[in-house]
Nanobody, 115 residues
Framework: VQLQASGGGLVQAGGSLRLSCAAS????????MGWHRQAPGKQRELVAR???????YYPDSVKGRFTISRDSAKSMVFLQMNSLKVEDTAVYYC??????????WGQGTQVTVSS
């Protein structure tokens, strides 16, 4: 599975961004799709996940502000980020986990939130 993320950029605090990730390759094997982020000097953390059945998970840090969605027909996953905060600044990575429990990562897209 190959993943191509896009949609990052620079936005002021309180603004919005929408990230997209397109999967290709063995897409029929994809189960979970999600987004992680890594800020400088910090560990990579999960920010949103969606199952093949549409169930979603968000950590408290983004709950109510971020929304993950999935277009299985187009093998894409999206992350709508609203009410962005300076602390949301990070490189955001698209991730998939297949039914065989194989883990795949996209190249990352930079999100910078200015005050």
């Amino acid at each position: 599975v190959q993943l191509q993320a896009s949609g990052g950029g620079l936005v002021q605090a309180g603004g919005s961004l929408r990230l997209s990730c397109a999967a290709s390759g063995s897409i029929s094997s994809i189960n979970l799709m999600g987004w992680h982020r890594q800020a400088p000097g910090k560990q990579r953390e999960l920010v949103a996940r969606i199952t093949s059945g549409g169930a979603t998970y968000y950590p408290d840090s983004v709950k109510g502000r971020f929304t993950i969605s999935r277009d299985s027909a187009k093998s894409m996953v999206f992350l709508q980020m609203n009410s962005l905060k300076v602390e949301d600044t990070a490189v955001y990575y698209c991730n998939t986990v297949t039914y065989e429990m194989a883990d795949y990562w996209g190249q990352g897209t930079q999100v910078t939130v200015s005050s």
